[in-house]
C-alpha cells in the first residue's frame, strides 16, 4: 500500500540529509539561502544522480520515471522539495535582481516556521548586510 500518490515508502530524514547536503547545505535545519547559479556550481545533479537508486526505492515506479530520468537543475528541485515536505520542511522560493540579472533564491524552513525572512546582501563598500524589503501600497 502506498504512502501517497508519489512515495511507495516515504524517503528516510538520512536520505533527506544527503540530498540536502547535496545543495551544499549542512543538514536539513540549515536556512542558508542558494540559487540555480550554486546549483550548476557545486554540480548538484551529478551528486543526485548517485542516490538515484536509493530514490528510486521510495517512488511509486511511474513517478520514478517521470523524476529520476534525464536529471536537470529543475528536477533536482522538484525531489529536494518533494522529500522535504514528507519530513515537515518546505522549499521556498523568491526572485531577486543583482545588477539587472534574475535569480531565484531557495531556503528550507520548517512548515510551523512560515515567515518572511528577507534576503541579505552586501551593501558596495559600506561593509554591512542590509536587508531591503519593497512593499506596494
Known amino acids: 500500500m502506498t504512502k501517497s500518490q508519489l512515495f511507495?515508502?516515504?524517503p528516510t530524514k538520512e536520505l533527506t540529509e544527503k540530498i540536502v547536503q547535496c545543495f551544499g547545505l549542512k543538514n536539513i535545519e540549515d536556512t542558508t539561502n542558494f540559487s540555480k547559479n550554486d546549483i550548476k556550481t557545486l554540480d548538484t545533479v551529478k551528486k543526485v544522480e548517485e542516490l538515484k537508486l536509493q530514490l528510486s526505492e521510495c517512488y511509486i515506479p511511474c513517478k520514478a520515471r517521470t523524476y529520476?530520468?534525464?536529471?536537470?537543475?529543475?528536477?533536482?528541485?522538484?525531489?529536494?522539495r518533494q522529500?522535504?515536505?514528507?519530513?515537515?520542511?518546505?522549499?521556498?522560493?523568491r526572485e531577486k535582481y543583482i545588477k539587472g540579472d534574475k535569480f531565484c533564491i531557495y531556503q528550507i524552513i520548517p512548515?510551523?516556521?512560515k515567515k518572511y525572512i528577507p534576503v541579505h546582501i552586501h551593501a558596495g563598500g559600506q561593509?554591512?548586510?542590509?536587508?531591503?524589503q519593497v512593499t506596494f501600497s
Do not use: F, M, P
Request: a negative charge; glycine letters at 6%; one cysteine or more.
Open 83 to 93: 522529500c522535504l515536505r514528507c519530513q515537515g520542511y518546505n522549499l521556498t522560493s
Open 8 to 10: 511507495r515508502t516515504t
Open 111 to 113: 512548515y510551523d516556521d
Open 68 to 80: 529520476l530520468n534525464d536529471l536537470n537543475e529543475k528536477n533536482v528541485l522538484t525531489i529536494l
Open 127 to 132: 561593509g554591512e548586510n542590509q536587508a531591503y
